[in-house]
């Protein structure tokens, strides 16, 4: 017999949890209200383009985009094509070289710099030069220059000419000039290199130093360089800049998440369109996907690439009132267009994760009990000094452990304990969604206590397990209603007799099209869902934001929230009654799971929650009074057909 000391421990133990996740997730809210300001850039060649295109210099332009919003000047590390391209040098061969016989060629001989299968880029001005023989030499071995003649500069490489094609060779004088003029930031977009060097990676980037507007480093590449051993290297150049990199949305890079965590998560989340998708996209569009990117992922950059095919007179002017548009969009959203933020760390302790993890641990145990399972006492003991082993051990991956624990748990406490056999009326049904709702909500509390932490909320990390957070709870729910509802009796016999029942067509039709709504469920869960969204969805999503703010998760107000106050309404009579219960316990697992993206501000999450709700039952009420109509209609036509 338990002592009774025990389940009065187990509700302190949740309630002491509850107020330390309360308090982690309040730190949060505080750090995203103060994590405000946006950088709104446009790429220098872009610019330039424009200016070309309208016939005006192009720091005018520039100075034009300040005033509407535009706060930064994107500039990409040339390669040599880029440079030759521009006029600022050439490229050619040690053969082409003697066969084109320049003036000064034997001067150039003479100093032994003359080799038919070495690469030789030439230029007339001297700090290009320098430039490039900096570059050459930190990225490459034996670059050498020469002055064979007054005003000519040369550099020798024997470098590949393929590794050439894709070396990054620094950042010309011109666009940083010119974009400090107009009173714009500069962030720059360096290339990668093989065979990075700790001593290379700080030739390469010192020049980096002289740029007083820069406001943030961002790769060109999915490979740093230097990764994987030369990272903290790379870190403490980076620090020496003083200004953050940029993690750059849906083009993962290895090794920028643990550049990220080596610079103290000083990490800016860029946004842009690229200019394949761009053409798909009207200005209304882009704009309405610049301001989600900003609002509720926390992009603190955001890259503009024009219009250039708007059918429009003055293109100039349509870019130009669409960075103004994009400005007042966000400040609408209570954002501030300047140099972007970084993000604080939150205020956290380990003891407080430590009162959190006893809270999950709490409630796991009160599910026990109401199942009836095993001696709570002992599992207390071996639970706590396990998580408390593990905390020291391993404290992100044991946080990350719990928080799946969490999400996992309280749904199915939520459901077990909230679903009942007897029907209920339909303002207590919609009642029984709220108090469920709340016990599920427990999980997603916990985890956004275990997570509350600026690497979660700038993707440098991850919440792990993903599709079992969202199929494990269904797991529970309808192991524990198969074989505790109904009849006291032995699992084995429960099963033997629910296997040698005969199936009616109508229940195997609906249990067949239950597996492709829980298929189709597990498809679209995690980042990778949003590939199968389909034209129409994005449409009805477009409509949703515009008129709630916020949109609500389809499968919770369409799906999950209907089918659960369905089943309040109607009661749990028996096990046909399960393929509504796993429809219901799909809401509750989306609402909690929603709160699993942590890069998204707190405060949109709990909007997403309450307009999924209010939504969820008006549809629920419109699904009984239809069910209630059918039924009326059944008996009617049917009035011997009680199945």
Known sequence: MKQRWYPLLLVVLLLAGIIAAGAAGWQRYRVEAAFRQVEVAMPYDELSR??????????????????????????????????????????????????????????????????????????????????????????????????????????????????????????????????????????????????????????????????????????????????????????????????????????????????????????????????????????????????????????????????????????????????????????????????????????????????????????????????????????????????????????VPARKLMALAAVIIFPGLALITGVRARGSSILESAGLLLSTTLVSLLGALFMVGLLADAGFMLKLDQFSGVKVAHLAPLLLVAGVFFFLSGPAEPAAKRLHRTLDQPVLVKWAVLTALLLVVLAVYLVRTGNEGEAVTTALELKFRGLLDALLGVRPRTKEFLLGHPALMLLFYTGYRDNRFLPLLLLGAIGQVSLVNTFAHIHTPLLVSLVRLVNGLVLGMLVGLAVILVVNLAGKWWRRFFPGDSQ
Request: proline fraction near 7%.
């Open 50 to 395: 424009l200016a070309r295109l309208s016939g005006q210099d192009t720091v005018e332009v520039m100075r034009l985009f300040r005033e509407r919003g535009l706060t930064t000047v994107l500039v990409k590390e040339p390669t040599a094509d880029d440079l030759r391209r521009a006029g600022e040098m050439a490229i050619m061969t040690g053969q082409e070289l003697l066969l084109m016989s320049p003036p000064w060629l034997g001067q150039l001989q003479a100093g032994g710099g003359l080799a038919p299968s070495d690469t030789y880029l030439l230029t007339t001005r001297e700090k290009t030069f320098q430039r490039l023989l900096v570059q050459l030499r930190a990225k490459t071995s034996g670059a050498q220059g020469y002055r064979p003649a007054p005003g000519v500069y040369v550099v020798r490489t024997p470098a590949d000419p393929g590794l050439l094609a894709q070396l990054g060779l620094g950042f010309p004088e011109e666009p940083l000039q010119e974009s400090a003029r107009a009173g714009l930031l500069v962030a720059v977009q360096v290339r990668s290199w093989p065979g990075a060097t700790a001593r290379g990676i700080e030739q390469a980037l010192a020049p980096l130093k002289d740029i007083p507007n820069l406001s943030v480093l961002a790769f060109n590449d999915d490979t740093l360089p230097g990764y994987p051993q030369k990272l903290r290297a790379l870190a403490r150049v980076i620090e020496q800049l003083g200004v953050p990199v940029a993690q750059i949305e849906f083009f993962p890079q290895k090794g920028l998440n643990t550049l990220g965590i080596l610079l103290d998560k000083q990490v800016v989340r860029l946004h842009s369109i690229s200019p394949g998708e761009l053409g798909r996209y009207t200005p209304t569009g882009a704009l309405e996907r610049y301001r989600l990117a900003a609002a509720e992922r926390n992009m603190r950059l955001l890259l503009v690439r024009p219009f250039t095919a708007t059918g429009g007179q003055d293109l100039l002017q349509e870019n130009l009132d669409f960075v103004g548009r994009l400005k007042a969009g966000l400040q609408l959203e209570g954002l501030v267009v300047g140099r972007a933020s970084t993000l604080p760390a939150v205020p956290t302790s380990r003891i407080g994760f430590f009162v959190m993890g006893l809270g999950v641990i709490a409630g796991t145990l009160i599910l026990a009990g109401r199942l009836g399972l095993c001696r709570g006492e002992i599992w207390l003991l071996l639970l706590t000094a396990a998580w408390a082993g593990l905390l020291v051990v391993a404290p």
